[in-house]
């Protein structure tokens, strides 16, 4: 069975619009944090990370200076990868500088006439939607944002539905 913290994200959370460039912020950050790790590990730290980054407001997080890193490294309640860290930091200032913002810049690339899948097997990992994306944010210097990671942020804040066919979740 899953855990019930993964199937309230699953039915209250993920796939619902999410816009605002602190929010949409926030989830460009644990989706690179993610990046070769389990989304539980993510959620169980989801509350230390947005304490440790003021609540992942981008001007904070871009006036962060090498003291911080070092303090983000000695917090055990996120994940403590130097590169992560130092990339969260770089995509706050490169957010600062985007005409009409990061949530705006993430919209555009969304997909609303996306196939329905009917199975797990239907769901991509990478679509051109997310090497689009993926491609911008890059241009725009952004770190950790690949198109599979681009994917998994369209999901998660709704520029594509993903929940199957059959989900109970798909509609609401």
């Known amino acids: ?3 019930p913290m993964y199937l309230a994200y699953h039915d209250e959370e993920w796939g619902r619009p999410v816009r605002g460039d602190d929010a949409v912020f926030e989830r460009v950050s644990l989706e690179a944090f993610q990046s070769g790790l389990s989304w539980l590990t993510i959620l169980r730290k989801r509350e230390n990370f947005r304490a440790a980054f003021d ?14 890193v070092e303090r983000l490294l000695g917090d055990a309640g996120i994940i403590r990868n130097r590169a992560k860290i130092e990339a969260a930091i770089a995509n706050a200032r490169a957010a600062l500088d985007l005409p009409g913002g990061l949530s705006e810049l993430v919209w555009r690339h969304a997909d609303p006439d996306a196939p ?17 994306l993926a491609k911008e944010l890059k241009k725009r210097g952004f770190k950790f944002v690949g198109p599979t990671t681009a994917y998994a942020l369209m999901q998660a804040i709704g520029l594509v539905n993903d929940h199957l066919e059959e989900c109970v979740a798909r509609s609401r």
């Open 116 to 132: 329905v899948p009917r199975t797990m097997a239907d769901v991509p990992a990478v679509t051109p939607g997310s090497k689009a």
């Open 1 to 3: 069975m899953a855990d």
């Open 55 to 68: 609540r992942f407001s981008i001007p904070k997080v871009a006036a962060y200076t090498e003291q911080d």
